[in-house]
């Protein structure tokens, strides 16, 4: 069984950074994408920033120019830098991995991790 780990949620200024981190307990080479989505308090869960296999990456427009997505596959790590952080970026944040194998998709999830933005 796959198994998403996130850390590096809390609290911050307007203005300032966060660095999240999601480690798999497999391979990343393995994987089709990874990314991350979030939820913000009364709304849909929504896809923040995913890299392929190939190092391609999609980010959300709310976000392009301040956040980073990276992955550093010899730690079986996916990172995302988050830097001008606004309040409206206060979310949980969830780490997720797909797997195509097969033809069939397989979507794994981690446990999220807060994000506040605050004054």
């Known amino acids: 069984q796959v198994q998403l780990v996130e850390s590096g949620g809390g609290l911050v200024q307007p203005g300032g950074s966060l660095r999240l981190s999601c480690i798999t307990s497999?391979?990343?080479?393995?994987?089709?994408?990874m990314g991350w989505y979030r939820r913000a308090p009364g709304k849909q869960r929504e896809l923040v920033a995913d890299?392929?296999?190939?190092?391609?990456?999609t980010y959300a427009d709310s976000v392009k120019g301040r956040f980073t997505i990276s992955r550093d596959n010899a730690k079986n790590t996916v990172y995302l830098e988050m830097n001008n952080l606004k309040p409206e970026d206060t979310a949980v944040y969830y780490c997720?991995?797909?797997?195509?194998?097969?033809?069939?998709?397989?979507?794994?999830w981690g446990q999220g991790t807060q994000v506040t933005v605050s004054s």
């Open positions: 997720h991995a797909l797997d195509i194998v097969a033809m069939k998709r397989m979507d794994y």
């Open positions: 497999g391979s990343i080479h393995s994987f089709n994408a």
């Open positions: 890299i392929t296999s190939g190092v391609s990456t």
